[in-house]
């Protein structure tokens, strides 16, 4: 692209910004009506959890995550669509392995702790996966050409484990009578435990499979391949 | 509010600069960058949303920003790993 | 107590973990699944028939706090159309990938689209779009690169880039209605907006981000390569369903979130863009030179079509003419997505059988498959909008509000469009009998061709017969 039209597009996006910035101001300035962070606050003890963004996430619109960890799957599913992934780094020296060797137990509890939290601090199943993702990058990063994980059988259970918790809870409550994704109050915190703790499991797996690039290729160890 | 427009005004300043990296520059990476970057800017803005005065925080933006952060990792990596693709082609060539 | 709304987004769901999980039996699983999905969809359809407009809770907060899935004759329609068309896909998709690697990657990233398709059609939410369209691109981007051929890939990684920089334009839109209106519903946004810088940057950004979704000129350029370069049936997915998802939403906020703020400016503007991608992919479609990419062309002057509604309904007032404006645009994007969707899968039958999809080497086709032949003329005659078809109707209706309103510039460019189209379904045939006739099977592979004759059919003739159904669906007065 030639100078002058960068130049065009930069001051025409200059303009926009300022454009923008006046409408935040205007949309901020507005007499703000019936706050929804007042309903969602006032509605907290009925949800199961005492952490507000939790609640927002896993209860009041639980639906919005469920399709969000479809959106996960679906990031995994069109990568191991495009072929096999690459081959491994080759192993860490010894210094790099243990430090390995103590650092992703290390997370797996953290992780495990952040799940717990969730319920009533910042914390929960996205934060919680994530570091279990971190903890795949590394073994990954030191050698582990599947990033610590088991078979392409097991991975695809494992990483539809968590959608599947979640849209049966619902279908579930919906048999029950409540509706779809209506946690009856009285099972409403161990039910998003269960649903938070098999998203957790779903999105580590993910994430590492998604950093390893590809289909995982299968070893002399898995037996037969699906 | 000066606060919120400093605020504000930052994930504006975000999104705009994501969106002109996006249009000036070729390369697939820098574009991948730049699409975050913009994204940044709009979580950006949910957060400033999310403050007002001295009352408590309003969490709907701050979920928000939470499955947006998911979205924007799954189409991160799915565009890398097309990226990928197309290059490990060209070197095989 | 079953709701039916969740079902819609559920069944397909479930039925992508169960072909991930157990890729061994994806075949038999999906077909199932196909099933199962066009039978909770079509089920909704006939509820909205029944009630009117059906509405529920996940999570039973309600709006504002929670968010809602909402069926009305709109999305009722649209609904029943992804139905038929994806369950003709799918009948298509069991004889397209036999067998090998590719299926395995086909069954499960097509139900995450369908599900996504549902959820688009029935969320009443502006962030759960957001999410949705998100599903949608990701499943549709990694479908259309399944050929893995080097151009496939590259030009759904463009089309990846593209929607993710109309989706985060998008989310901005809904940012800002939220820090002013304080709610994320559609109907509660609807009522609660005011004519204000506010809500005229929002209704900017978020048609705008739609808008290259949708493929509306000139923001089209990423479409023809994409579609083009998929396989079959995905083709016909993007082109009859996810293109038409993201006009929807289009359409869908224009009328029920910005319906008080729309000024004759704002929808002229689309009308005109309308108007330049009618002439321009007819002209385009006329020049191709592959088969799919001449289907490709159709779908941008199809869309285009579709927005030329938008100045004609700002300016009729509410009333029986307005109806009929709303009824004949659904009218024509379902005949379209029929059409269009049989027309893929016929181009998908012709590559297969001459390795090719050059439409100046087609000679003899007609001759080696009958049945596909007459799919692309039932198609065409579609996209020309000859008699009965449901389009020729839709056309009529936009032609009698274009003198209504006053807006007669509006049917020149439906006559352009229209003589541009005859002439490149008749470049087509006349390519495809130019040997001569030697007797052969009217059908020779009963399980791609069937769906792909299907389609073109509904299209061609049951759509325009029985149009007056669709009044009834939306809850309108039958054409006069």
Not at chain 1, 67 to 90: C, H, K, N, Y
Request: glycine letters at 10%.
């Amino acid at each position: 692209m030639n100078r002058p039209a960068k130049l065009m597009i930069g001051l025409l996006l200059c303009l926009f910004a300022l454009v923008l910035l006046w409408v935040f101001h205007v949309a901020l300035t507005q007499p703000p009506g019936a706050r929804l962070a007042d309903l969602a606050l006032a509605s907290l003890p009925l949800s199961g959890v005492t952490n507000p963004v939790t609640a927002v996430l896993v209860n009041y619109r639980a639906y919005d995550t469920l399709l969000e960890l479809a959106v996960l799957l679906a990031a995994l599913l069109g990568i191991w669509s495009l072929g096999a992934a690459t081959p491994g780094f080759q192993p860490a020296g010894s210094a790099l392995a243990a430090m390995v060797s103590w650092v992703v137990p290390l997370l797996i509890l953290t992780g495990g702790y952040l799940l717990w939290v969730g319920g009533y601090a910042p914390g929960g199943a996205f934060q919680a996966g994530a570091l279990l993702g971190a903890a795949g990058v590394l073994l990954r990063l030191a050698g582990d050409e599947r990033a610590g994980l088991p078979s392409e059988r097991a991975q695809r259970r494992l990483a539809v484990a968590g959608i599947a918790v979640f849209a049966l809870v619902g279908l579930g409550t919906m048999v029950a009578g409540t509706g779809f994704l209506t946690y009856p109050q009285r099972w409403s915190k161990w039910l998003i435990l269960l649903a938070e703790t098999a998203a957790t499991v779903s999105i580590g797996v993910i994430l590492a499979a998604a950093y390893a690039g590809g289909k995982p290729r299968s070893r002399a160890s898995d037996g037969a391949t699906p | 509010m000066t606060a919120h427009l400093l605020y504000g005004g930052a994930g504006i300043l975000l999104f705009v600069l994501g969106v002109w990296s996006f249009l000036v520059h070729e390369a697939l990476l820098r574009k991948v960058i730049a699409l975050n970057v913009m994204g940044s800017g709009v979580f950006h803005l949910l957060i400033a949303i999310a403050e007002r005065g001295s009352l408590p925080p309003d969490p709907v933006p701050h979920a928000l920003v939470l499955t947006g952060i998911v979205v924007a990792v799954s189409a991160t990596a799915l565009a890398l790993a097309m990226g990928r693709r197309l290059e490990d082609e060209d070197d095989a060539r | 107590m079953l709701d039916s709304l969740a079902l819609a987004v559920t069944v397909p769901l479930l039925a992508a973990l169960l072909v991930t999980a157990l890729p061994g039996r994806v075949q038999t699983l999906g077909v199932i699944g196909a099933i199962a999905t066009a039978l909770v969809s079509l089920r909704v359809t006939v509820q909205v028939w029944q009630h009117g407009s059906l509405r529920s809770d996940p999570g039973g907060w309600g709006a504002p706090l929670g968010l809602a899935l909402q069926a009305d004759g709109l999305s009722a329609a649209l609904l029943a159309m992804a139905a038929l068309v994806a369950l003709a896909i799918s009948v298509y998709a069991t004889g397209y990938f036999r067998e090998g690697e590719r299926r395995l990657h086909f069954w499960p990233l097509w139900f995450l689209l369908w599900s996504a398709l549902n959820a688009l059609l029935l969320a009443a939410d502006l962030f759960n779009l957001y999410v949705t369209l998100e599903l949608l691109g990701l499943t549709a981007v990694a479908l259309g690169a399944l050929t893995g051929q080097r151009e496939a890939v590259a030009a759904n990684l463009r089309y990846l880039l593209v929607g993710l920089l109309g989706s985060m334009t998008y989310l901005l839109g809904v940012v800002l209605l939220y820090a002013a209106y304080g709610t994320l519903d559609i109907g509660l946004t609807g009522a609660a907006i005011r004519p204000g810088p506010v809500a005229s940057a929002a209704l900017v950004l978020m048609t705008g981000g739609l808008a290259l979704k949708a493929a509306i000129f000139p923001l089209h350029f990423w479409l023809p390569p994409a579609h083009a370069n998929a396989p079959a049936p995905v083709s016909a997915v993007l082109s009859a369903l996810v293109v038409k998802a993201a006009f929807y939403l289009i359409l869908r906020l224009w009328l029920d979130v910005f319906g008080a703020i729309v000024t004759p400016a704002a929808a002229g503007l689309l009308g005109l863009l309308g108007a330049a991608a009618v002439i321009w992919g007819s002209w385009r479609a006329l020049r191709a030179e592959r088969l799919k990419l001449l289907a490709a062309y159709s779908t941008l002057a199809q869309i285009g079509y579709l927005c030329l509604f938008f100045p004609l309904l700002q300016a009729t007032p509410e009333g029986p003419a307005r109806d009929d404006l709303l009824a004949a645009l659904v009218l024509m994007a379902i005949s379209h997505g029929f059409a269009k969707a049989g027309l893929f899968l016929a181009a998908g039958l012709v590559q297969h059988s001459a390795g090719h999809d050059r439409i100046d080497e087609l000679g003899g086709t007609a001759q080696h498959l009958p049945a596909t032949t007459f799919t692309i003329a039932l198609a065409g005659t579609t996209l020309i909008g000859l008699p009965p078809s449901g389009s020729f109707i839709g056309k009529w209706i936009l032609m009698t509000g274009a003198i209504a309103t006053g807006q007669w510039w509006w049917i020149l460019v439906i006559l352009i469009g229209t003589l541009l189209a005859a002439a490149y379904v008749f470049r087509v045939l006349s390519r495809a009998f130019n040997e001569a006739p030697t007797p052969r099977r009217f059908v020779t592979q009963a399980s791609t061709e069937v769906p792909a004759l299907l389609l073109a059919l509904t299209s061609a003739v049951v759509l325009g017969l029985g149009a007056q159904l669709l009044w009834r669906l939306m809850g309108f007065g039958v054409v006069a």
